[in-house]
C-alpha cells in the first residue's frame, strides 16, 4: 500500500512538458482491461471504473498503480471539485431504494451512509454535504436527509433529517449550500449548514432552484409565476402567464430557470370531456417584462446535454410510413437561438457544444456519406467524410481548436477498424487506431497542461477496456 500512494504522489505531480522543439504524436495506452469507465479525477490521480467480470466499482491509481474496491457496483459517480472525495449511488433494489457511499481519496473503501435512498440527490460542488429523501412506508411519510461530509467517518456517519412530511412525494434541488424541496402542493427551502427550513408554503405547480442556488421560483395558490432571492427571499417579479398568453386553465407540466431573468414553461391543456382527448402543449417563456408562446414547441423543452446554461427544444414535423421527423433547437441561457436541426429516422443530426456555447458542431447523415459542419467565429465550415462516424465519440477538445471523433475505416481484408479522427475546420487527420469501438462518451481529464488526454471505454473483441488518448 506505502507503493500504491507513491504512485499517487508522482501522478499529482503530472509529467514533463515538452520543450518548444519537441513533437507530440498522439499515443494511446490500455489502462484497464474488462472496465467500465465512470470518471476521471480532476488532477488525474486516479480514476474510477466498474469491473466487467468482478463485483464492485474500483479506483485505479494513476498513472501505474493498483486498484481499490471502492464500494458495490455503482450506477452513478460525483466527483468532488477538488477530487480529493467522490459520491457514488446505487442501481435501484426491488425495493425501490439506492445505497449511497462518499469515498475519500486513499486506501480504504468508500463509507454508506444510507440504503434507502429514493428520488432525487444533491449536493454542493465541493461535496461538503449529500442530500437526499428516505420514505417510511409504515408511519406515510418522506424525510428530507443530510449527510455532512465533515463528520463522515468510517466508524460513523451521521445524519439529519431536516425536512419530514406526509406522501412519498419529495422533490429536491439543490443549488449550493440551498436546497428546494417541494412536494404536489407546498415547497420549502432550506440552508443546508445551518438546517434552517422557510415554508414558501402552498404552491400551484412546479418549483424551481437556479442551478447556482441565487433565485427560485415559484407558483402561489392562484398560479401567478413569481421569482425570488434566495439570499433575502424577496420577490424580483411576477407575471400572471396564464392570462398573458390565453392559456386560462392550462397546466404547467414543468419548470426551468435558465437565468435569473428568465422562466422557460412546458404546458398542457385541461382534459377535455371524454371521449376527447388532449394533444395540445405549449411551452412559454416569461421573464419580468411578460410571457408568451414560445416556438410552439409542443410542452418539449429542457436542459440540454446536461448543462443548465443550454436549452434543446423538441417539436414533431411531420410522421409518415418511414417514421417522424423531429425539430431541434438549442438556445443559451439569455433564450439566445445557437442552432436548429432536423432529425428523422434515417437522419439524426448530432450537436456538440465547445464549453462556453461559442461553437457548436454537428454530424448529418447524406446516403452513403457524412457531413460535418462547425459554426463558430471562424464562420461555418463543412467537410464530408466516407465512413461510418461512431457518435459515442464525438467532442469538441477542450480548447475547442478541434473536433474529434471515431470512425470506422475499411481494412485491406474488407473488415472495418475503428480509428480516431481530427477535423480543425480545415482538414481531416487519422491520428491512431483504436483497439475496439467506443462504448461509452469520451470523457477529458479536465486540467489545462500539454497534451490534451481523453479517457474512453471501448468494446473490443472479447472486453471492455479503458484507454488513455494523448493528443
Not at 133 to 144: F, K, L, P, W
Not at 260 to 265: D, G, I, P, Q, Y
Not at 433 to 461: C, D, E, I, R, W
Amino acid at each position: 500500500m506505502v507503493l500504491l500512494f507513491l504512485g499517487l504522489g508522482m501522478a499529482s505531480c503530472g509529467t514533463t512538458e515538452p520543450g518548444p522543439t519537441e513533437e507530440v504524436l498522439p499515443s494511446l495506452d490500455v489502462l484497464h482491461e474488462g472496465a467500465w469507465l465512470m470518471g476521471v479525477d480532476s488532477r488525474e490521480r486516479y480514476l474510477l471504473f466498474t469491473a466487467q467480470n468482478v463485483f464492485g466499482t474500483y479506483a485505479k491509481v494513476l498513472p501505474d498503480g493498483g486498484d481499490i474496491r471502492v464500494s458495490d457496483p455503482a450506477e452513478a459517480a460525483i466527483f468532488a471539485q477538488d477530487g480529493d472525495s467522490v459520491l457514488l449511488w446505487s442501481p435501484l433494489s426491488g425495493e425501490k431504494t439506492r445505497t449511497a457511499w462518499l469515498w475519500r481519496l486513499g486506501p480504504k473503501a468508500g463509507i454508506p451512509f444510507t440504503t434507502r435512498s429514493q428520488g432525487d440527490i444533491v449536493h454542493d460542488r465541493a461535496l461538503s454535504y449529500v442530500a437526499f429523501t428516505e420514505a417510511d412506508a409504515e408511519a406515510g411519510t418522506t424525510s428530507m436527509r443530510v449527510m455532512d461530509a465533515a463528520t463522515c467517518t468510517v466508524k460513523a456517519c451521521p445524519l439529519r433529517t431536516l425536512l419530514q412530511v406526509p406522501g412519498s412525494t419529495l422533490l429536491l434541488q439543490g443549488g449550493g449550500t440551498t436546497v428546494l424541496a417541494s412536494d404536489a402542493t407546498r415547497a420549502w427551502l432550506i440552508d443546508v449548514p445551518s438546517g434552517a427550513v422557510t415554508e414558501l408554503g402552498t404552491v400551484a405547480g412546479p418549483s424551481v432552484l437556479l442551478g447556482g442556488g441565487s433565485h427560485y421560483s415559484v407558483f402561489d395558490r392562484a398560479g401567478h409565476l413569481q421569482v425570488f432571492d434566495t439570499a433575502t427571499r424577496t420577490l424580483q417579479w411576477e407575471r400572471s402567464w396564464a392570462e398573458e398568453v390565453d392559456r386560462k386553465d392550462w397546466n404547467v407540466l414543468s419548470a426551468l430557470m435558465t437565468d435569473a431573468t428568465t422562466v422557460v414553461l412546458n404546458i398542457k391543456e385541461p382534459p377535455p370531456p371524454p371521449p376527447a382527448f388532449p394533444t395540445d402543449r405549449d411551452t412559454v417563456m416569461c421573464d419580468a417584462t411578460g410571457c408568451s408562446v414560445f416556438g410552439y414547441w409542443e410542452g418539449a423543452c429542457w436542459y440540454g446535454a446536461g448543462r443548465t446554461d443550454l436549452v434543446s427544444c423538441t417539436r414533431t414535423v411531420r410522421c409518415g410510413p418511414w417514421g417522424c421527423e423531429y425539430q431541434l433547437t438549442y438556445f443559451d441561457a439569455s433564450m439566445r437561438l445557437l442552432v436548429n436541426t432536423t432529425t428523422s429516422r434515417a437522419d439524426s443530426p448530432q450537436v456538440v457544444f465547445n464549453a462556453d456555447l461559442s461553437q457548436h458542431a454537428s454530424l448529418r447523415i447524406d446516403g452513403s456519406l457524412q457531413e460535418l459542419s462547425w459554426d463558430g467565429p471562424a464562420g461555418l465550415r463543412t467537410a464530408r467524410v466516407s465512413g461510418q462516424v461512431d457518435r459515442n465519440l464525438f467532442t469538441f477538445l477542450p480548447n475547442a481548436d478541434r473536433l474529434v471523433f471515431a470512425q470506422n475505416v475499411p481494412r485491406p481484408d474488407e473488415g472495418f477498424e475503428t480509428h480516431l479522427v481530427a477535423w480543425d475546420g480545415v482538414a481531416l487527420t487519422d491520428l491512431l487506431k483504436l483497439p475496439g469501438t467506443p462504448a461509452s462518451n469520451a470523457q477529458y481529464a479536465p486540467t489545462t497542461g500539454s497534451p490534451t488526454t481523453l479517457y474512453v471505454t471501448v468494446a473490443g473483441p472479447s472486453s471492455l477496456n479503458i484507454v488513455r488518448i494523448r493528443l
